[in-house]
């Protein structure tokens, strides 16, 4: 996702608008919305041009303090020039920053990378003209790849329809899905990021598993031939669950990158969202020449006390083979401790009950668990 899709999506709205620049903008209201068509467009311009600001100008803390206004006497042809001129401005900042920079962004972790605002300027591109193609009765579908990359960037969230185009509509309160209750508020979703010392763990969305699962880099700069099969197992894990509509993003897959080169080291991450009774599963591994240097203790602490923090987690587990001692030694390190007999006895039937197949791969797995520590401790 780059500033080629972003002047793809913008050279298709401009295209389907210049038809209709002889007609009252300001006298429509655009679709759904209660804003006129006029207005509409050029609020698409308001976020690319904002977009490209927080970008490019590096913003960490808000919105950079401008807005931009039009001439006087600007008609409708002006002003697609500059809904095109933002869009090239926002390209032009997607494709210039490095990969790891990341700019402000209120919702929902208080910042985005460069896919990340390709894909917000996108989304306004695409379910504005929506709006205003409505309002002055013009047909308008953008591209289903497109549409389906956005869905599994922003709203990881949201189990993919028959086709995407009606279920990115369907997801922002645009239109009716079969089966499925209308949706009357909703946000899209950038990826979550949790900083240590020498990494950022940066969460996985679905468009990146599904490349990473097919052997593929995923976005990211890996270290000696790419991620070890234990991130491109997690990934798989990502999209089935994204295909089905149970992947919960923060209750996937991190990839570990590190801080002084941006080169990523491995995966870490959860099997699933925490259960009813408030646990969850953990897992890691790294490229081989990354180990012994302490990224995947720094990770798995960082990782754990980001969960245990929430309301909803009280007890991590990790089931780590009885012959991996340094992986054990990283669940120790992380303040994992070896569970009770017990605790390992529950464990075991429950996941006998949703994999029998791996019933000899239980004998060989010990428990280990991290729980939340009493507020008096």
Same mark, same amino acid.
């Given at each position: ?277 408030? @646990? !969850? ?6 490229? &081989?020449?990354? =180990?012994?240097?302490?990224? #995947?203790? *720094? $990770?798995?602490? %960082? ?29 120790? @390190? !992380? ?6 007999? &017990?605790?390992? =006895?529950?464990?075991?039937? #429950?996941? *006998? $009950?949703?994999? %029998? ?21």
């Amino acid at each position: 996702m780059g500033g080629q899709q972003v002047r793809e999506a913008v050279a298709g709205t401009v295209a389907l608008l210049r038809t209709a620049t002889d007609q009252d903008w300001d006298g429509v209201k655009a679709g759904r919305l209660e804003w006129s068509c006029r207005t509409t467009v050029f609020h698409i311009a308001e976020d690319l041009i904002a977009y490209a600001a927080q970008l490019a100008g590096r913003a960490q803390d808000a919105y950079v303090p401008f807005e931009i206004t039009l001439d006087e006497g600007t008609d409708n042809t002006g002003l697609l020039h500059v809904v095109e001129t933002t869009g090239a401005l926002l390209a032009a900042a997607v494709d210039t920053a490095p990969r790891e920079v990341r700019a402000f962004h209120p919702y929902p972790f208080r910042s985005a990378n460069r896919e990340g605002f390709a894909s917000m300027g996108i989304t306004e591109v695409l379910l504005h003209t929506h709006d205003v193609a409505e309002g002055l009765g013009l047909p308008y579908e953008p591209p289903a790849e497109l549409c389906e990359d956005i869905l599994a960037r922003l709203f990881p969230h949201v189990r993919p329809g028959p086709t995407a185009w009606p279920t990115l509509l369907w997801a922002t309160g645009r239109g009716d899905l079969p089966g499925r209750t209308p949706v009357t508020d909703w946000r899209w979703h950038n990826n979550l990021v949790i900083p240590t010392d020498r990494l950022t763990l940066q969460g996985v969305t679905p468009a990146a598993a599904h490349d990473l699962r097919l052997g593929g880099d995923g976005g990211f700069d890996w270290i000696d031939a790419g991620p070890f099969h234990g991130t491109r197992e997690a990934a798989g894990m990502v999209v089935k669950a994204y295909e089905v509509g149970l992947h919960r993003p923060e209750w996937g897959l991190f990839v570990l990158v590190r801080r002084e080169d941006g080169r990523a080291l491995g995966g870490i991450g959860f099997h699933g969202a925490p259960d009813e009774d408030a @646990r !969850a599963e953990v897992g890691y591994d790294l490229a &081989e020449t990354a =180990r012994g240097h302490g990224y #995947a203790t *720094e $990770a798995l602490r %960082a990782l754990s006390d980001w969960a245990l923090a929430r309301d909803d987690v009280h007890t991590l587990i990790a089931s780590i083979y009885d012959d991996n001692h340094p992986s054990q030694a990283v669940a120790t @390190r !992380a303040g994992y401790v070896r569970a009770t007999l &017990e605790e390992e =006895r529950t464990a075991h039937e #429950a996941h *006998e $009950a949703h994999e %029998a197949h791996d019933d000899d791969m239980d004998d060989a797995l010990s428990l280990y668990v991290r729980r939340r520590r009493p507020l008096s401790s």
